[in-house]
């Protein structure tokens, strides 16, 4: 077992008693709950079965899929949602951290509809543009950026840059990472464990349907694995991708000292280094996970947290490297980039997102967190919790998760009754296990009681 300490900035409590919860118990838990579910949620099950007819899987994006149906959502507010049944749900999801400042925040809409008097797209520039790259530069302490309308874009121009940048092709990634949808990053997103190989030495797992370029694998937190990777490829390799926390796979904390070995290692093999902070962003604090964790990258993605839930991502960093879209190498384009309305997103959350009120927040979080663990320690559950910034989770495992084997070492049976569990009595987490729950600047004292007592009803479930 390796209990390597985890980075100062991040929280992470494993209780060192726990006991097995028999799996006959989880199986009987689950299928009360699932009829459960089924009998409050006939209006959102008639909504997927006509959903079903224009929209493959009846949903947007493939993520909001879950089976037998998702959910579906009428309107939002603060940190609340109602569904199409005219239930209240308490939102600890908030839009992937999309909605960080909370739904319908009153300065983002305000900032929205002072801006719908002046237009909504002009594809020039526009004062407001350039006020939204400042407020982003100075915030991330990036030199330039670019806005996108999504992570997927941003994450494949930060790559794109870093090849022109370095005139090499390959990308290297985290077994198990999650970049977006552009096809290298696909690759061993969540590979299933028949493919992966040795765990110092992941196999690319390639769909056939990719057509990903030069692209390696290498477990997160082991510093050693990269360095080998970069000694036998470095001359091929133009970047390396990660997210400071691994924020799909629940959350993954980086070890103390892995994420300065690695900035050492880009250095030393000339391989420019990305963070993509798409999930971390403004909920990892004031100034972005880089900042906070202390390593800066070379190139930055962002997305989500920073528009205020309007459509918008951006990808920026050092000068030397931006430069390349500057002198033509790098060509970056888009319709949608930079319109005023998203650009009304960031002035909004760049009020809103204050160093005291994200700390507020986290204080939230943190309280959630200590309270939660006090119950798994309570109840001797074979759980622990991890946080970073306002984001939470409780992990199935007695065992730090370090990397993506780990994860999956942990019991997705218990995961999937817990997040039903808490659907069933009005709170939503994420669709999929890999997520984690977001407190937002809307939630406050009552929320935090909703989720801690809730986690308190199903250990005590577990244990009768
Ligand atoms: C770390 C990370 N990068 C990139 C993306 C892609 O962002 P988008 O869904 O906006 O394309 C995501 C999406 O969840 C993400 O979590």
Redesign the pocket.
Known sequence: MNLKKHHPQTFRFVPENSKPVLSEKVASLLAAEWDRFTKNTKKSEAESARSFNSLPLGVTSSFQHWDPYPISITSAKGAWMTDVDGRELLDLSMG?GAMLVGHLNPVVVEEIQESLKTGMLFVTPSPISTDAAERICKRFAIDQVRFTN????S?MYAVRVARAATGKLGIVKIEGG????YDPFVVSSKPSLDKVGNPDKPNAVIDSNLVPGDIYVVPFNNADALERMFKKNGKKIACFIV?PVL??LAIVLPDEGYLERVRELCDQYGIVLIF?E??TGLTAGARGAAQRLGVQPDLL?L??SIGGGLTL?AFGGKKKYMDFITNGKMAHFGTFNGNPLAMAGVRAVDKVCTTEALETAEAFNQQALDRISEIIKEYELPAHTVGFGVKGCITWSTTPVRNYRDYKATNFEIAELSWLWSLNRGIITPPGLDEQWLISLAHGQREIDVLVEDFRELAMALRS
Do not use: I, L, P, W
């Open positions: 992937f999504s992570g997927t874009e994450t999650y970049h977006g949808s997210e924020e799909n993509d798409v999930k993605t997305a989500k991502a």
